[in-house]
């Protein structure tokens, strides 16, 4: 089989960034083997698309590094016929990543632009499954719940309660927690009435910006 310089690249990016750093979960580095990155970002970004750091996408935000949205990705536990809500559209990549392994992704983005983009970029590249909504994810999105999975892309003060309440029992959410410098990878898993709260790994994200999530304080510029 030929491979394309992309498909190289991106072979090179999950062996040498992904699979080199622990993630062996067979669905999340076939899902990453196959989405095409670089047309998820900026054209001027193009060349940088497989490279080990996150990249701007405009209006003051980022598509975040490979490796994050392995980790992360793992760290939802999918096996293929979930149901997930991504909170932080950004690119649509990450949607992408999760369109390939389960059944149904509702992805929530809170800048208008950005949500039509990525709609578009999905759209053009086949996946049908994923769904973008535009508006506050800080809050969940209560009309498509409940949900195996949630997976928060930006970093939140805490843990919002609304996003537990609309997990399915077992469910499994994966968000960014601390400050607007740092937060950590947090998973919780529901349980009943109990969740079981593990901090995974540190890591940098935008601010999550809504209600359940940091006040806004600064307009974006493109
Ligand atoms: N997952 C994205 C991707 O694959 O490109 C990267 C996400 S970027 C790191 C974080 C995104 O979260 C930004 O697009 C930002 O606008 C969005 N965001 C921040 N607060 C939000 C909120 N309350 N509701 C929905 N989206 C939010």
């Not at 990878?185 to 540190?202: A, Q």
């Amino acid at each position: 089989m030929i491979l394309s310089n992309w498909e190289k690249k991106r072979n090179q990016m999950v062996d040498l960034q992904i699979q080199a750093r622990g993630v062996d979960d067979p669905l999340v580095l076939a899902a990453m083997r196959k989405v095409p990155r670089h047309l998820f970002v900026p054209p001027d970004y193009e060349d940088s698309a497989y490279a080990d750091r996150p990249l701007p996408i405009g209006y003051g935000q980022t598509i975040s590094q490979p490796y994050m949205v392995a980790v992360m990705t793992q760290a939802l536990k999918l096996q293929g016929d979930e149901r997930v809500l991504e909170v932080g559209t950004g690119s649509g990549y990450q949607a992408a990543v999760l369109a390939e392994i389960v059944d149904h992704v509702v992805s929530i983005e809170r800048i208008p632009e950005l949500a039509e983009r990525a709609l578009k970029t999905l759209r053009s590249l086949g996946y049908m499954n994923v769904e973008v909504v535009i508006g506050d994810g800080s809050k969940g999105y209560p009309a498509r719940a409940p949900y195996d999975g949630i997976i928060v892309t930006a970093g939140a003060p805490e843990i919002p309660q609304v996003l537990v309440d609309q997990l399915a029992d077992g469910g499994r959410l994966v968000i960014p927690v601390g400050d607007s410098f740092q937060q950590t990878l947090t998973r919780v898993t529901k349980k009943g009435e109990k969740v079981d709260i593990e901090r995974l790994e540190g890591c940098i994200f935008v601010p999550l910006v809504g209600q359940y999530g940091w006040k806004e304080n600064r307009p974006e510029s493109i």
